[in-house]
Structures are given as structure tokens and as C-alpha cells.
């Protein structure tokens, strides 16, 4: 058989450029500080409204929930109004949600509210996160899949994972700095700084990102008319799904679902891995104030539960720039190796009495989660084809909206009563994703080879 002509042989899928990474990177930073900020100073400011732990935890139930079920829909309209529209979308919902969630704190510091409606308030616009800030982070990684090459994936998806990890070290670190005294804002000066930084960051989304067209659902007749010359406005377009690069007719990919038999092994991995990293992240706030005595000084809670937020930050990031490039690990790798640290890391924040020993235990479980979360999103990844990355994206934002719909709440209650029962149920919870990784996930060599 005669070699095929170099001409016609197709190019392998181009990289996304160093300038549109750093604008994604950006993108996914912000929502991910101003998330961690808001966090780290909750625990004071329920202790300031004299609200249960467990009813600060459920408030944000609500916003997961919407999560859960927008995100997958947020997904499929990327494919069909493009990334950029939808990355817009979504930090308009987390701006808007910001402001809204301030105002109803401080009316309840302030007297204006009772701490019950000041919740409810809170709850309500929080929704707003779950309901429309659900449709930027499937977008942004939609954006990132369809545009690298398998080989290279697992990476890719760990650089832009690790925006969240960046902004977990930078919101705790900003938060008590914004804990501001004019104007009464006190501690929720975050809420209200975050969202003037994610104005900004909306701005430059909308100046520096070129428009993408529709990539699946606009194909056919309609494509060729609107590029002009017929081929698509982005040289990347060319390769959005695995069926082109194999040279047949690029195909209308069919709706993806949770059960689907080819990613039924992540998503079983990931959504008990997710409800144990949603309790750890859920309990620490209140373990910091009870282990240091600080229940009765709650204004002072929010610089140590911040140090221990930064310390297990800054391990996310060790390894998603460090040790998944460095060892260059794999999906299935990384999520087993992951959450085996991860209750390692458990462990050791559950007998930890000094902020020294709270902040080491998690950190190590910070490292654990940070090496399991690109395994699970990069293994739904690849177990598809490159034209249903935006539905596989909708489907990894709404599994890991489910791990905070009670698990923190769940936590939290249980660590109430015992802290035995809360830390004992996320260790059996990383030991069940251990096992059924091992038995279920597919390997690494299969995953990580080209389909050409």
C-alpha cells in the first residue's frame, strides 16, 4: 500500500498558547479566591451570628444543588455558544452572588437582620454561584480538552486545576487584609473586594480572549458559510474530535450522562473522593477554632484558619506543579496515589491539637486531594472523545457540585457529636475509591495513547 501523501496527513492537535492559558488560569483563579476567602472567614461570622456550625455548613447546600444540575446544561450550551460566552456567564453569577452575599452578612452583623433571615439571605444569593457561576469552570476545561493532545492532558488539565489550589493559598492569605474597619464591613470585606476583582478579571476575558464559534452543534452547512473560506476561525477547531483525526466525517456526539459505561469508573472515584475532600474542607474551619480556644474571640478565627487554608493550598499546588509533571503521572496513577495520602493526611489532622500539627495534617491531605482531582478529571477526560469534552466537563463540574450539597454539612455534624465519627467516615470513604480504583480504573498506557 502506497504511503499516504503528506498533504492530506493531518496535524496533530495544536497546543493552546501560553497567553490564552494564563488568561483561563486567571479566569478559574479569581472564583476559586474569592470562594477560599469567603470560607476562611464563615466559621467567625457564623460564630459572630451565634449560628450553629452545622446550619453555616448547609447554608451552601442549596448552591450545590444548582450546581449539580446546571452545570452539565452550562456545558452543552458551550458547544453551542462557545467557551468565552459561557466563561462571561460565569463570572457574572460569581460577582453578583459576591455583593449579594456581603450585603446579607453585614445586614446580619450589623443588627439589621436577624441572624436567621440573614442566613436565609445568604443561601438565597449563593444561589446565584450555583446557578450561573456553574457555567465557566466545564467551559474553561472544555476549552483546555478539546484543544491538547491525549499525551498531554493529564497536565494541561493539572495547570488549570491548579488555578484552584493557587487561589486557595492567595484567598486565605488576602481575606484577613480585607477584613475591613471603614464603612462597617468588618468581615465581609472580602465578599465585596473579590467581587471588584472579578470585574476586572470579566473585563480582560472580554478584551484579550478571541471569540470561539460554536464547535459541534453549529457543524455542517452552516460552518463552512460563517468561516468564509470553510474552514474554521480557529486552526484548532480543525481537530475537536477524535473521529476527524482518524479522517472520517465528524459526527454530532450524543448526549453524555453520568452512567455512561466509559466513565462509570471516574465518576464512582470521583464522587466518594469528592464527598471526602467537601467534609475535610467543611470540618477544618471549626476544628482551627476549637483546637486553638477561639470560640469565645471569633474575629481572631480567621487569620489561623487562613494560615492552615494557605498551608494546604500551597500543598495542592506542590502537587499539581510539582509531582504530576515531575513523575508524570497518569490518571490512574495520580487518583490512587492521591487518595491514599489523602487519608494518611486525614489521620494526622484528626489527633492534632497545636495549629502546627492541624496545619501538617492538612496538608498532607491538601497534597493527596490535589494529586486525585486532575486523575479523576483527566481520566473522564480521556475516556471520551475529543467532540464531547464540553459534555464531559459538565459532567466532572456537576460531580464535584455533588460533594458539597451535604457532605460538608454531613461532616460537620458528625464531627460535632464525635470526632471520631466525622474523620472515621473520610478515611473509610478514601479506603472504598483506594479499592475500586485499583480493580476498576483502565490504565494508564491505554488511557494516555493517541487515537489516530
Not at 452550562?74 to 460565569?90: I, P, V, Y
Not at 484579550?208 to 476561525?233: H, I, K, M, V
Request: net charge neutral.
Amino acid at each position: 500500500m502506497a504511503d499516504a501523501d503528506p498533504s492530506t496527513a493531518k496535524a496533530p492537535p495544536r497546543s493552546i498558547s501560553n497567553g490564552r492559558m494564563a488568561l483561563l488560569f486567571t479566569v478559574m483563579l479569581v472564583t476559586a479566591a474569592g470562594n477560599t476567602a469567603m470560607q476562611s472567614v464563615m466559621p467567625s461570622i457564623g460564630t459572630a451570628l451565634e449560628v450553629e456550625d452545622f446550619w453555616i455548613s448547609l447554608a451552601y447546600s442549596w448552591s450545590a444543588l444548582l450546581w449539580v444540575v446546571c452545570a452539565p446544561i452550562w456545558a452543552r450550551r458551550s458547544d453551542q455558544r462557545g467557551r468565552k460566552a459561557m466563561m462571561g456567564l460565569g463570572l457574572i453569577g460569581f460577582i453578583v452572588s459576591m455583593v449579594l452575599c456581603g450585603a446579607a452578612l453585614w445586614a446580619g452583623l450589623a443588627g439589621w437582620m436577624t441572624a436567621f433571615w440573614a442566613l436565609i439571605a445568604f443561601a438565597a444569593a449563593r444561589s446565584l454561584y450555583g446557578g450561573f457561576g456553574s457555567a465557566a469552570p466545564p467551559a474553561v476545561q472544555a476549552y483546555v480538552a478539546s484543544r491538547t493532545p491525549r499525551a498531554e492532558r493529564t497536565q494541561a488539565l493539572s495547570l488549570i486545576a491548579s488555578s484552584f489550589g493557587l487561589g486557595t493559598v492567595i484567598g486565605p492569605a488576602l481575606a484577613p487584609l480585607m477584613v475591613l474597619p471603614f464603612l462597617g464591613l468588618g468581615l465581609t470585606g472580602p465578599f465585596i473586594c473579590f467581587a471588584i476583582i472579578g470585574v476586572v478579571a470579566l473585563v480582560v476575558l472580554r478584551l484579550r480572549l478571541p471569540n470561539d464559534e460554536p464547535q459541534f452543534a453549529a457543524r455542517g452547512l452552516a460552518a463552512p458559510y460563517s468561516s468564509g473560506s470553510g474552514a474554521p476561525s480557529d486552526p484548532g477547531e480543525a481537530f475537536d474530535s477524535e473521529d476527524e483525526e482518524d479522517g472520517s466525517e465528524p459526527r454530532e456526539p450524543g448526549r453524555l450522562g453520568w452512567f455512561d459505561k466509559r466513565l462509570r469508573p471516574w465518576i464512582v472515584a470521583g464522587f466518594f473522593g469528592g464527598h471526602a475532600q467537601a467534609m475535610v474542607l467543611g470540618i477544618s474551619g471549626f476544628l482551627v477554632l476549637d483546637r486553638l480556644g477561639l470560640r469565645d474571640t471569633p474575629a481572631e478565627g480567621a487569620g489561623p484558619v487562613g494560615l492552615v487554608l494557605m498551608v494546604g493550598a500551597a500543598a495542592t499546588l506542590l502537587a499539581q506543579w510539582g509531582l504530576i509533571p515531575r513523575f508524570n503521572l497518569g490518571p490512574r496513577a495520580a487518583t490512587l496515589s492521591g487518595i491514599a495520602v489523602a487519608a494518611f493526611g486525614t489521620v494526622i489532622l484528626a489527633i492534632s491539637q497545636q495549629i502546627q500539627t492541624i496545619a501538617l495534617g492538612y496538608g498532607i491531605a491538601s497534597l493527596g486531594f490535589g494529586l486525585f482531582r486532575p486523575g479523576t478529571t483527566a481520566g473522564t477526560s480521556l475516556a471520551v472523545t475529543r467532540a464531547e469534552q464540553g459534555q464531559a466537563s459538565g459532567v466532572v463540574a456537576s460531580l464535584a457540585g455533588a460533594s458539597y450539597i451535604y457532605a460538608p454539612a454531613l461532616g460537620v455534624y458528625l464531627y460535632g457529636h464525635s470526632d471520631w465519627l466525622g474523620f472515621g467516615l473520610i478515611v473509610a470513604l478514601c479506603v472504598v475509591v483506594f479499592v475500586h480504583g485499583w480493580r476498576a480504573l483502565q490504565s494508564d498506557r491505554i488511557l494516555t495513547r493517541e487515537r489516530i
